[in-house]
């Protein structure tokens, strides 16, 4: 069974700080990993898909990054706007659908 | 660009009850998404659409059913709810491609319903 673990599950920053979040996976064959941000009330936000082990993507200050067992969203210099729960996805190459982890809720403190 | 539209936004209901919950697809895209996500938790998958048809489906129980118009908006029924189908429900489109129609996919506010 596919599964998707994210930690920590929630994270005070201070403003400037830098940090990582973690997205940990197990699938048979991985099709795709998706980083979504999720604002209280709303849907969630696509931030990135990484395909394949060594991938990178970046997007202001954030830098996605991806190996064969886990994936870390890099948070770089955050600001208070960037305050949010940060899910993860993962799509097997099976057919399979999507499964997300339960999210990591991110506080940047000014 | 029109983003995803979902209605109702709120919508309370009582056991045994019916619903059907309403989505537009953002313009260009011909997949559609349905996942319920539970306070606290992340988005679990119900079923996808693609052209009109049910493209792939997740753990969830027949009274949970679907369907997508020619225009590519989408409905969600849920008969006889239960206290546990509360949750918020969202509804995401695509233009499908390498991933699917799980790429990039734009999500609606979603519709917080509530089974008393």
């Known amino acids: 069974e596919d599964q998707v673990t994210q930690s920590p599950e929630a994270l005070r920053l201070q403003e400037g700080e830098s940090s990582s979040l973690n997205c940990s996976y197990t699938v048979s064959g991985l099709r795709g990993l998706f980083w979504y941000r999720q604002d209280p009330g709303k849907g969630p936000e696509f931030l990135f898909t990484l395909y394949s082990a060594g991938e990178e993507k970046e997007k202001e200050r954030l830098k996605a990054t991806l190996t064969k067992k886990e994936s870390f969203l890099h948070i770089t210099a955050p600001k208070p706007e960037d305050s949010a729960t940060y899910l993860c996805?993962?799509?097997?190459?099976?057919?399979?659908?999507?499964?997300f982890g339960k999210g990591t809720r991110l506080s940047v403190i000014a | 660009e029109t983003g995803v539209t979902q209605s109702p936004t709120h919508l309370i209901k009582t056991r045994g009850q019916q619903v059907t919950l309403r989505c537009s697809s953002q313009?260009?895209?011909?997949?559609v998404s349905w996942y319920q996500q539970a306070l606290g938790q992340g988005p679990q998958f119900i079923f996808q659409?693609?052209?009109?048809?049910?493209?792939g489906r997740g753990n969830f129980p027949p009274r949970f059913s679907g369907l997508q118009f020619p225009n590519y908006s989408s409905e969600l029924n849920v008969n006889a709810l239960e206290l546990d189908d509360s949750a918020l429900y969202l509804c995401a489109s695509s233009r499908g491609g390498l991933a699917g129609g799980y790429n990039e996919q734009f999500f609606g506010p979603g519709t917080r319903l509530t089974v008393l």
């Open positions: 996805a993962v799509l097997n190459s099976g057919n399979t659908p999507l499964v």
């Open positions: 313009s260009g895209h011909n997949t």
């Open positions: 659409y693609y052209r009109e048809e049910e493209n």
